[in-house]
């Protein structure tokens, strides 16, 4: 998995490309975040259009992320999901876990709101 992280004013983007699993890319993308947090960026949009293929480590990942933002003062949430990602949050119950929006525009226009 490759990713970058552009910032939009107050909130960081992070653009994934490729799968999103366990192993290495975990680290990589929590430290990432954790990164974040330490230079006062507490909100984050993860923009999953380059992501093809997620599984449950995938999963427990922004999950991780989701809460070290909240537990910071800030949020993350998610964007340009494909068909597959967006059935496997609704399969495994986590819609209420995770802000989803079509774009990356939406998502960061929500964090005005």
Do not use: C, W
Not at 10 to 37: Q, Y
């Amino acid at each position: 998995m490759k990713f970058k992280t552009v910032q939009h004013g107050p909130v960081s983007v992070i653009e994934l490309e490729g799968n999103l699993m366990g192993g290495p890319d975990a680290t990589t993308l929590n430290s990432k975040l954790h990164e974040l947090i330490e230079a006062g960026k507490k909100n984050v949009v993860v923009d999953l259009g380059g992501v093809q293929f997620m599984n449950s480590s995938g999963l427990g990942q922004l999950i991780a992320g989701v809460r070290a933002m909240k537990s910071a003062g800030g949020d993350l949430k998610i964007a340009n999901t494909s068909a597959k990602i967006s059935a496997l949050i609704k399969i495994t119950k986590l819609t209420s876990i995770f802000e989803t929006y079509d774009s990356v525009q939406k998502a960061l226009e929500s964090f005005k709101e």
